[in-house]
């Protein structure tokens, strides 16, 4: 029975994968992953790191390792507009490479509609951008989702993305200044977080709202990846 592998950028998108799957420390390929099964079926998590480099590196190294019946992709994404809630799930058409223009066509294994088109960007969208991503149907930002893709339809492995909003691009809650809070593994740079508060104090209070938004978007993100492995057994 082939492996089916959920693929996130950050280590607190997989914590709540891992916390409701019951997933254990692994190594394969030399790849440190999440392991267990889900309805008896082998599954892995693994967290590729921020950007596309990182995610089409480990990406490579997964496929390589274990050849999965399926990538779930999921974690956390940003919305363009004021319209999608924060912890909606959002199931993108396309998934669009910022860098190379590339597409990607989307398709869940459960046959949910579809709409409007990911923007895989390895550097932050400005506000004036934003209304030419909307023209473009433009729904949602991320980092990583369009690298996987490309690494999963170059080896001929099904791929599918389950990601919901953590926050919005529209009211400049994350800027690069706010970005380089955490290291590019995903996981926060405490010293780094230590001096944007000491240089920020009147911001904490929208970083503890961001920080409750991620909180719930990886939650349902969590929920919606397993329920998308579900079907893709089906």
């Not at 019946?69 to 998934?95: K, M, N, S, W, Y």
């Amino acid at each position: 029975m082939k492996t089916l592998a959920f693929v996130c950028a950050m280590p607190m998108e997989l914590r709540p994968l891992t916390k409701r799957l019951g997933l254990t420390k692994d190594v394969i390929g030399g790849m440190a992953v999440r392991a267990g099964t889900l309805d008896g079926r082998p599954v892995v998590g693994v967290a590729t790191g921020m950007g596309t480099r990182l995610a089409t590196e480990h990406t490579d190294r997964l496929l390589a390792a274990v050849r999965p019946a399926r990538v779930v992709v999921f974690g956390i994404t940003g919305a363009v507009d004021d319209e999608i809630a924060i912890g909606a799930v959002v199931l993108p058409t396309q998934v669009i490479d910022h860098t190379t223009g590339r597409t990607h066509d989307h398709h869940p294994p459960g046959g949910e509609p579809t709409s409007g088109a990911m923007w895989t960007t390895d550097v932050i969208t400005l506000a004036a951008e934003l209304p030419g991503l909307i023209e473009r149907g433009v729904i949602c930002l991320d980092m990583e989702t369009a690298a996987i893709a490309h690494s999963c339809e170059r080896e001929g492995v099904p791929w599918s993305v389950h990601r919901a909003i953590s926050d919005r691009a529209t009211d400049g809650s994350v800027d690069d200044e706010l970005f380089h809070l955490s290291h590019q593994d995903g996981t926060p740079d405490l010293r780094a977080v230590a001096r944007y508060v000491l240089r920020h104090p009147g911001r904490v209070p929208r970083m503890a709202t961001m920080a409750k938004g991620a909180r719930l978007a990886t939650e349902r993100a969590a929920d919606a990846a397993i329920q998308a492995a579900r079907a893709a057994q089906s």
